[in-house]
């Protein structure tokens, strides 16, 4: 696979997985069953401000990014660009998605939307341009206090779910299947979409990037 063909593919599985990612996440909205960590928080600061969650999520994407600078972590494409697709994305499907009602239409985008989320962060990180905001949050705290990342992801994921919660955020049982399933389909998709790397043609995957750091963008 040549260079060109081997970057077009990669820019292709960054935004693809992207908008992916910001689709699955409104069906998990729409689902009303319980949401990832991160977006409970971008709910509750959307019903006390008023905003959109997908406005909500870039703003605080954006402040993420800022703490990086004490941290000394470089952001890449994929950092930069997670900020806003993600957030516009959500918005978007939200739009065109109605309200679900009923058990069984709402399980169903419940379980579609873990599904799609997977997929989503496998073919984002496997283009390796870099890891989202949230992640890289993660690794840098992780190496700023030399905790393990497992300790760092949970304090901070503990500490939006409570506080997203407490204004308004929408936490139950997609929620905890949504912790629960993530990382093994992330891994799963990760695999499914390696990228040739270009030397000899075996594959990399998020490459720079922890294992235990990729459930959230």
Do not use: C, K
């Not at 990669?10 to 997985?17: S, T, V």
């Not at 992916?20 to 996440?25: E, I």
């Not at 994929?78 to 918005?91: E, K, Y």
């Amino acid at each position: 696979m040549s260079t060109p063909r081997r970057l077009g593919r990669r820019l292709i599985q960054l935004y693809a997985g992207l908008v992916l990612y910001g689709a699955s996440s409104a069906l998990l909205v729409r689902a009303g069953l319980g949401l990832e960590p991160w977006n409970v928080l971008h709910q509750g600061l959307a019903e006390l401000t008023g905003l959109t969650i997908g406005v909500v999520s870039i703003i605080v994407g954006a402040a993420v990014l800022l703490l990086w600078i004490p941290m000394r972590q470089r952001p890449g494409l994929g950092t930069v660009s997670n900020v806003f697709v993600v957030g516009i994305a959500m918005d978007g499907t939200l739009a065109l998605v109605p309200d679900a009602h009923g058990a069984a239409v709402r399980g169903a985008l419940l379980l579609t939307g873990i599904l799609l989320n997977g997929a989503a962060t496998g073919l984002y990180i496997a283009a390796r341009f870099g890891p989202g905001p949230r992640d890289g949050l993660m690794t840098g705290l992780h190496r700023r206090t030399g905790r393990s990342i497992r300790l760092t992801r949970t304090t901070v994921e503990v500490a939006v779910v409570v506080t997203g919660f407490a204004l308004g955020g929408t936490i139950g049982v997609g929620t905890v299947l949504y912790a629960v399933s993530i990382g093994p389909l992330a891994q799963l998709f990760l695999r499914v979409f390696a990228v040739p790397a270009a030397s000899d043609g075996s594959t990399m995957v998020a490459a720079g990037t922890p294992r235990g750091a990729i459930l959230r963008s």
